[in-house]
């Protein structure tokens, strides 16, 4: 146990407050041991990573929070790649830097991506053009119905566009209440230094090459973390654009139907039908592999929209703020709410709310949140 710490000193939108009580857990078997006996008890918990993806209240939060300080990065070369396992609180953007320090190609245009490696499968991180869907293999769990501690394969983490069975959504219980310990993932050595073919247009624009075109690792995580930069997403102290949540909204997957009520400049992309196979692969090796089958769907095509698109054209200007709060929209980027250094919950809540607001009027969309609330409703 130890004296508990505000929330606004740990988490990247600088709000909170402190629990009534907080531990720290340095390595899996300390993280297991600690939630085994919390969860003896009918008191609250919540375990907290790098805390890049969390809003809550300024009051004190009842129960017990447990930081994730555990580290730890364990290499296997497979026939199929290299696979790592890496402990639930190693920072993520350290686990690329690893990655492609040591010619390790599939995760370098997630670069720059705060917050900790357990957090990762949660969320299904994703960006330019890259997906941890993609790379994983499994996580560790600890169950929270059973006690027990499980490898489970990414099939059945229910993953989709920043999802999973481990999220909770808007403040609600998550499909399967488990806490990550550890995360394997599997990566390519890449040839010639080469990283993945470039997925993203805005990537390969920055990089001044064509879609498909393969370009040095280090060259494409410097790239990334350019581009991410240029909209307040890497976090830097003297930046007041960087004391967000990162995108506070997800990115709306609506029915083609309803994308088509829209104006003919909203952006828009089809949403492939996915599904990944029955596949495991062993830490100390693996005898095969097996491709994913092609998928048909008889289901209505779904289509993904910006919601970034949607913020601005319900009049909502970067830098916006509601009369008296210190909460602002990005003045670098509409999906990011950040703390301009003396915010309230409240004032990034009541922000929320009115983004919601607005674009529902706008558009009749609903905006989901993206960050985990604690003590907080929108």
Do not use: C
């Not at 364990?74 to 026939?79: A, G, L």
Request: aromatic share 4%; net charge negative; charged share 20%.
């Amino acid at each position: 146990m130890v004296e508990p710490t505000p929330l606004s000193q740990l988490t990247t939108l600088g709000v909170g407050g402190a629990p009534e009580r907080m531990l720290v857990a340095h390595s899996a078997d300390e993280l297991v041991e600690q939630l085994t006996d919390l969860w003896q008890t009918d008191e609250p918990w919540l375990v907290l990573g790098g805390g890049s993806n969390t809003l809550a209240t300024d009051d004190e939060i009842s129960g017990t929070i447990v930081l994730v300080r555990s580290t730890g990065i364990e290499r296997v070369d497979t026939e199929q790649g290299v696979v790592l396992r890496v402990q639930a609180g190693e920072t993520w953007d350290a686990l690329v830097d690893y990655a492609v320090q040591n010619g390790l190609a599939g995760i370098e245009a997630l670069s720059g991506i705060p917050g900790s490696v357990g957090a990762a499968p949660i969320q299904n991180i994703g960006a330019y053009g890259q997906e941890l869907s993609s790379v994983l293999v499994g996580v560790e769990l600890l169950d929270f119905e059973t006690g027990e501690r499980e490898h489970v394969r990414a099939s059945e983490l229910g993953l989709g566009y920043r999802t999973s069975v481990l999220k909770r959504h808007g403040g609600q219980p998550a499909a399967r209440e488990a806490v990550v310990l550890s995360v394997d993932i599997i990566l390519s050595e890449a040839e010639g230094g080469l990283g993945q073919p470039v997925a993203y247009a805005q990537l390969a624009r920055a990089l001044d090459v064509e879609l498909g075109d393969r370009v040095p690792l280090e060259r494409v995580r410097s790239a990334v973390l350019d581009l991410r930069r240029s909209k307040g997403m890497v976090l830097d102290a003297d930046d007041r654009d960087t004391a967000s949540a990162g995108s506070f909204f997800t990115n709306p997957i609506v029915s083609e139907h309803i994308a088509r009520g829209l104006p003919a400049d909203a952006p828009r992309w089809e949403v492939a039908a996915e599904e990944r196979p029955e596949t495991v692969i062993p830490l100390d090796g693996s005898e095969g592999f097996v491709e994913p089958p092609p998928i048909t769907s008889s289901e209505p095509s779904l289509v993904k929209l910006s919601a970034a698109w949607l913020i601005e054209h319900a009049s909502i200007p970067r830098g916006f703020q509601l009369p008296g709060s210190q909460a602002s929209i990005s003045s670098k980027h509409t999906l990011a709410l950040t703390n301009r250094g003396r915010a309230s919950a409240e004032d990034v809540a009541a922000l929320a709310r009115f983004v919601q607001a607005r674009v529902h009027a706008e558009f009749g969309i609903l905006l989901q949140p993206e960050p985990v609330l604690v003590g907080v409703e929108l």
